[in-house]
């Protein structure tokens, strides 16, 4: 049984953003525009060997370069992937696998939360999404509730993977069916919940992989989350993931062939004005 306090209401979505090294130029965009700034801590601010291992002095070091507001009362983000979160995800939870990872997971959240005890701490990924079997994933978070029930918001990912004139689409009923999901689960635990999206399609798709979601398609994408969650009132808004600057210093093929001769500063900013703006008219109207 869950127990849940008192009833949370939000009314209203923001847009966030969750992107390091951005120009001058695009960082001009996001202040002129309200827009604010979510701090990730990577898998590197405090397992560096990504052996599922934390190590507890790098972290306290990593929190304070990321959020040095000892009174910071955002949303912060940790992204803790491999090599255990498949392990929550698929291992029998009665298993001594599965129960050393959540512990871990839920360690290192309290020492997060003591680090920063006024932010509102979440998990990347969490509760989990899928595109073809969000039943399979419905029973996934079951499994994971009582780590659900200790972070302070709900962070799921809904990045794309196929363009819509695929044969594999399933595009719109995969954000649906995991948006209306996240929102029963959020108003069961009482919690907010903001999700991930990606300008680019994921790179586990070879072919499309890192290219630019056409704005119309992102745009609808957006639309169909915010549909998908109606009545429920707990979605906080979107965070828009991106990292650009890194794909392309180390030449992903794809986003280089986009640039082609461009300035890259100048089209990265070119292109977080040109989405941000769209991503905030797409919420305003709502």
């Not at 979160?85 to 290192?108: C, H, P, Q, W």
């Not at 979107?238 to 210093?249: C, E, F, K, P, V």
Request: glycine content about 6%; overall charge neutral.
């Amino acid at each position: 049984m869950l127990i849940v306090g008192s009833s949370l209401s939000i009314s209203g979505q923001k847009l966030y953003m969750a992107m390091e090294n951005l120009p001058a130029a695009a960082k001009r965009f996001q202040q002129d525009n309200h827009i604010t700034s979510i701090p990730i801590l990577y898998a590197s601010d405090f397992d560096p060997e990504d052996d599922g291992v934390y190590d507890e002095a790098l972290l306290r070091t990593s929190i304070g370069k990321k959020i040095p507001d000892k009174n910071y009362q955002g949303i912060a983000v940790i992204d803790w992937e491999d090599p255990l979160i498949g392990v929550l995800e698929k291992a029998d939870s009665a298993s001594n696998e599965f129960r050393t990872a959540m512990s871990k997971y839920k360690a290192l959240l309290q020492l997060c939360k003591m680090q920063r005890p006024n932010a509102k701490w979440g998990y990347y990924g969490m509760p989990f999404t899928s595109y073809w079997d969000s039943t399979r994933v419905e029973m996934a978070n079951r499994k994971i509730i009582a780590l659900l029930q200790e972070v302070d918001v709900l962070l799921p990912s809904l990045y794309s993977y196929y363009p819509n004139n695929t044969p594999q689409t399933n595009n719109y009923a995969y954000v649906a069916a995991n948006t209306r999901n996240t929102a029963q689960l959020a108003k069961a635990l009482n919690k907010p919940f903001d999700i991930f999206i990606w300008h680019r399609y994921h790179p586990s798709n070879q072919e499309f992989g890192m290219k630019t979601i056409p704005q119309a398609e992102f745009k609808n994408w957006i639309q169909v989350m915010i549909a998908a969650c109606k009545p429920v009132s707990l979605m906080e808004g979107i965070i828009w993931w991106g990292a650009d600057d890194y794909y392309y210093r180390t030449g992903n093929k794809n986003l280089a062939g986009e640039v082609g001769t461009k300035n890259f500063e100048k089209y990265q900013s070119d292109l977080i004005r040109n989405y941000g703006t769209m991503c905030q008219s797409v919420l305003n109207s709502q």
